[in-house]
């Protein structure tokens, strides 16, 4: 009879046991390394360092700033170079101020900066209030992950839109009175004389008056410095109501 050999036994490690990999294990540790690799790319791209309010601001003031410089030395375009018509959007004095005293310089200079402030002014007001413009970059744009910090852009629009509205409403307010001042500080008259209308809405200069010839009916200019006159059509007085009732 022969004799049967004892069965081996193997021993098994239990740390080896524990370790063994399995579908979920496998599932498990690729979902990790999938998300530490997102993590690291998150933290590797550099965070925006412009705010979105200050890069408004500071393009809001350059823009308005060469706005009005431009009205003071380059002039570029000019009303007088466009057409409404059967003459032309206006005449910009091209060189120096209108002759008469300071009242009357002040005038000129206001009405230049607020002319051109308003321009600027009124497509600044329209971008803070496009509800589209603060979707698109308050979204996961890549403006905004990359290029400027959009996480407050709603209450910076609200700020900006504000501080330039009262902005506007002061520079308005002087733009259409400041043709004043030479009757409050320097005994200039103030003479109103309607132009002939044109379609669309323009009104056309009236004849002008000079001092040879200071005929009634006439206009004396803007700022007449031979007959100390402030001349004024009827779209200066009408602005002078709409905008201070509506303001």
């Given at each position: 009879?022969?004799?049967?050999?004892?069965?081996?036994f193997?021993?098994?490690?239990?740390?080896?046991?524990?370790?063994c990999?399995?579908?979920?294990?496998?599932t498990?540790?690729?979902?990790?390394?999938?998300?530490?690799?997102?993590h690291?790319?998150?933290?590797?791209s550099?965070?925006p360092?412009?705010?979105?309010?200050?890069?408004?601001?500071?393009?809001f003031?350059?823009?308005?700033?060469?706005?009005?410089?431009?009205?003071?030395?380059?002039?570029?375009?000019?009303?007088?170079?466009?057409?409404?018509?059967?003459?032309?959007a206006?005449?910009?004095?091209?060189?120096?101020?209108?002759?008469?005293?300071?009242?009357?310089?002040?005038?000129?200079?206001?009405?230049?900066?607020?002319?051109r402030?308003?321009?600027?002014?009124?497509?600044f007001?329209?971008?803070t209030?496009?509800?589209?413009l603060?979707?698109?970059?308050?979204?996961?744009?890549?403006?905004?992950?990359h290029?400027?910090?959009?996480?407050?852009?709603v209450?910076?629009?609200?700020?900006s839109h504000?501080?330039n509205?009262?902005g506007?409403?002061?520079?308005?307010l002087?733009?259409?009175?400041?043709?004043?001042?030479p009757?409050?500080?320097?005994?200039?008259?103030?003479?109103?004389?309607?132009?002939?209308?044109?379609?669309?809405?323009?009104e056309r200069t009236p004849?002008?008056?000079?001092?040879?010839?200071?005929?009634?009916?006439?206009?004396?200019?803007?700022?007449?410095?031979?007959?100390?006159?402030?001349?004024?059509?009827?779209?200066?007085?009408?602005?002078?109501?709409?905008?201070?009732?509506?303001?």
């Amino acid at each position: 009879m022969t004799k049967q050999e004892p069965p081996t036994f193997f021993a098994v490690d239990a740390e080896s046991v524990s370790t063994c990999p399995t579908t979920t294990d496998s599932t498990s540790t690729s979902n990790y390394k999938k998300k530490k690799k997102q993590h690291n790319e998150k933290l590797s791209s550099s965070p925006p360092l412009v705010t979105y309010e200050l890069f408004m601001w500071v393009t809001f003031v350059t823009v308005a700033l060469l706005a009005t410089i431009d009205r003071f030395i380059w002039n570029v375009w000019p009303r007088q170079t466009y057409s409404i018509g059967s003459g032309s959007a206006g005449n910009d004095r091209m060189e120096g101020f209108k002759p008469g005293p300071w009242s009357v310089v002040l005038y000129d200079v206001l009405a230049r900066i607020s002319g051109r402030y308003s321009i600027i002014c009124y497509n600044f007001l329209l971008l803070t209030r496009l509800e589209s413009l603060e979707n698109f970059l308050h979204g996961d744009s890549f403006i905004a992950r990359h290029v400027l910090d959009c996480s407050d852009i709603v209450n910076a629009n609200i700020r900006s839109h504000t501080i330039n509205g009262i902005g506007l409403c002061i520079l308005t307010l002087l733009h259409v009175w400041s043709i004043l001042f030479p009757c409050l500080f320097h005994g200039y008259s103030a003479k109103v004389v309607p132009g002939t209308f044109e379609w669309p809405l323009s009104e056309r200069t009236p004849k002008r008056c000079t001092e040879e010839d200071p005929m009634d009916g006439c206009w004396p200019g803007d700022a007449n410095v031979d007959l100390k006159q402030m001349g004024l059509q009827a779209d200066d007085v009408f602005r002078m109501v709409e905008m201070t009732l509506s303001l």
